[in-house]
């Protein structure tokens, strides 16, 4: 099965929300800073601060979250910063999420915002989809279904991880018109008429117009923020055929309404992201945190299903 397949199962299934999971320390549940929550296998160090202790505690942590919130959607998005920050422990850490997240029967976007030229890109795509080849064996890394990737070095940064995810069934989300409140800086200069991300926009199309599943959407997919919804409007009739990440709903102020349009008639065609509303809707301090959370993602699930 496509990789644009399985998106609209998951959606299908139980709607447009995705998850991202931003693991951050000073938000975490009081009582998994404290370590009460360490892994029996974690290392015994009594330094919070300490790299390895952290980074287990974010694991145990991300683990549960993914368990609360997998009943209410299909999609999950870790954010690599957050575990990076972390160092190598971090990694692991993140290699652990997306395993977890696998075997939960979510799809996961690794969101790393992944840019670079050939062997370089070359790489980075590996490591997301297939993994590190070494004598003759494949070694698993990120393993991820798909991964969010920065188009503006150009095609020849682009090919490589279109050309990977196409051999192992996964997908691409290539940022296109971003949520942040400076992303009008480069997106919105205007070049042959039209607006920079309109540009984009159409090699977007252009790229994933090969790889329609099914579903009729396909493996190449577009971030497109919640926080423009004029330019969602218009970008969803420019990219009919693309999955839209849509970033920006909840914390960042995009609302359901703001939303509608990235969805086509049949109701596929985008997942909304939610991060800090879903994974901390919570005070540290709250020993209700766990069904904050279920609330929260039964309340994101509710309103995006409209």
Request: hydrophobic share 45%; net charge negative; proline share 7%.
């Amino acid at each position: 099965m496509t990789f644009s397949d399985r998106l609209a199962e998951a959606v299908r299934r139980k709607g447009p929300l995705c998850v991202g999971i931003d693991p951050r320390w000073e938000s975490l549940p009081a009582a998994y800073r404290a370590g009460r929550h360490l892994p029996a296998e974690a290392p015994e160090m009594a330094e919070l601060e300490h790299p390895l202790r952290a980074a287990a505690i974010v694991g145990g942590f991300v683990t549960r979250v993914l368990e609360l919130v997998e009943p209410y959607c299909g999609v999950v998005k870790p954010q690599a910063a957050f575990f990076e920050l972390l160092g190598p422990a971090g990694t692991a850490a993140l290699q652990g999420a997306l395993r977890d997240a696998r075997h939960l029967g979510l799809v996961s976007i690794l969101d790393a915002k992944r840019g670079d030229i050939a062997s370089t890109a070359t790489a980075y795509a590996d490591a997301a989809f297939a993994g590190c080849k070494i004598d003759g064996q494949t070694l698993p890394v990120w393993d991820a279904d798909s991964l969010t990737i920065n188009p503006y070095l150009g095609r020849d940064a682009v090919e490589p991880f279109l050309t990977a995810a196409k051999a192992a069934d996964r997908g691409t989300f290539v940022l296109v018109r971003t949520s942040n409140p400076g992303a009008g800086l480069f997106q919105d200069l205007v070049c042959d008429g039209k607006p920079l991300y309109r540009h984009v926009a159409a090699a977007v199309a252009e790229w994933n117009a090969s790889t329609l599943g099914a579903c009729g959407l396909g493996d190449v997919g577009a971030v497109v923020g919640a926080t423009h919804p004029r330019e969602l409007v218009e970008l969803r009739a420019a990219m009919p055929d693309v999955w839209l990440l849509v970033p920006g709903y909840g914390a960042q102020g995009g609302t359901a309404a703001d939303v509608r349009a990235a969805y086509r008639a049949d109701g596929l065609g985008a997942v909304v992201n939610s991060s800090r509303g879903v994974t901390f809707p919570f005070h540290p301090d709250d020993p209700d945190w766990e069904a904050k959370v279920v609330a929260a993602a039964q309340k994101a699930q509710a309103e995006l299903r409209g």
